[in-house]
């Protein structure tokens, strides 16, 4: 039984409406990402008390943080954001979310991936330090013009740091952006690894965002193997299908019905249950 969550800001800014809807499709959980137009990590205590009320009223669980911690430059000052990693692991357990999402940092434009790839792992091991105290898992994402954009480096990054507590998130979407062919060129080498999947895909002839099935992530084939596999963990739908932009995306109530639509439709067809 695969468990089916969702960004829910991509629904609405306002929390009660993301509960609402998500709550409507039959979701038990939602990825917290922002709320009120405020991101997750800059919610007051009151706001995340309101938060925590408004989900259990509507039987809702939180499935993850959807972090922007590693969304700065790799040049930037690494020392406030680390302690805005250790703020986001409060926030995880504010909320009882067992995964945090993060990135390995933007890259200049025209910077060479390998010249940078120590500090990466440094201040990635550092970040993971903090997950192993806090006892939660933190969710690489193949985020486009990061580090670990491309398969190899994904999986660098996970052989480099070496914990248990750093898994990979799996965009398709993602990589289809940066000329990836998600299932044949990176399903492989990267399925030991994954641990959470968000549900979002593209065209790769010019990365156009659209619903799962109707691009060239390879969705369909990728849910084939990872139910052969015996994969049993959270598909999170981030559909983007209005609007994208480096901190996130959005898709309003009628899109992010459709990305359910688009995503339990092929889960339909390939006899797999979810809930």
């Given at each position: 039984m695969w468990t089916l969550s969702g960004f829910a800001d991509?629904?609405?800014p306002d929390l009660t409406?993301?509960?609402e809807v998500a709550a409507g499709l039959g979701l038990k959980h939602i990825e917290v990402r922002s709320a009120w137009d405020v991101n997750i990590l800059d919610l007051s205590p009151e706001q995340l008390a309101t938060m925590r009320k408004t989900l259990s009223a509507y039987g809702l669980k939180v499935s993850s943080i959807g972090s922007p911690i590693g969304k700065i430059?790799?040049?930037e000052d690494f020392a406030p954001h680390l302690e805005r990693m250790r703020h986001a692991a409060e926030v995880a357990h504010e909320l009882d979310a067992p995964y945090i999402r993060i990135f390995s940092f933007f890259l200049r434009p025209g910077a060479d991936p390998a010249a940078h790839r120590l500090e990466v792992i440094d201040r990635m091991r550092a970040l993971v330090r903090v997950a192993e105290e806090a006892d939660l898992i933190l969710l690489h994402e193949n985020e486009k013009q990061i580090?670990?954009?491309?398969?190899?480096?994904?999986l660098d990054l996970?052989?480099?740091?070496?914990?248990?507590?750093?898994r990979l998130a799996w965009d398709p979407a993602n990589f289809v952006q940066v000329g990836v062919r998600p299932y044949t060129d990176?399903?492989?080498?990267?399925?030991?690894?994954?641990?959470?999947?968000?549900?979002?895909?593209?065209?790769?002839?010019?990365?156009?965002?659209?619903?799962?099935?109707?691009?060239?992530?390879?969705?369909?084939?990728?849910?084939?193997?990872?139910?052969?596999d015996g994969f049993d963990g959270f598909f999170s739908l981030e559909p983007?299908?209005?609007?994208?932009?480096?901190?996130?995306g959005f898709s309003g109530p009628e899109l992010f019905r459709t990305a359910w639509r688009a995503f339990?439709?092929?889960?339909?067809?390939e006899e797999i249950e979810y809930a």
């Open positions: 991509e629904i609405s409406e993301q509960c430059f790799i040049d580090y670990g954009d491309i398969p190899a480096r994904c996970i052989r480099s740091v070496g914990s248990p507590y750093l990176a399903y492989a080498m990267l399925r030991p690894h994954l641990e959470y999947i968000q549900i979002k895909d593209a065209f790769l002839a010019d990365g156009t965002v659209v619903p799962a099935g109707e691009g060239d992530g390879e969705v369909a084939a990728t849910m084939r193997a990872l139910r052969h983007h299908l209005a609007a994208g932009h480096a901190t996130g339990t439709e092929i889960l339909k067809t």
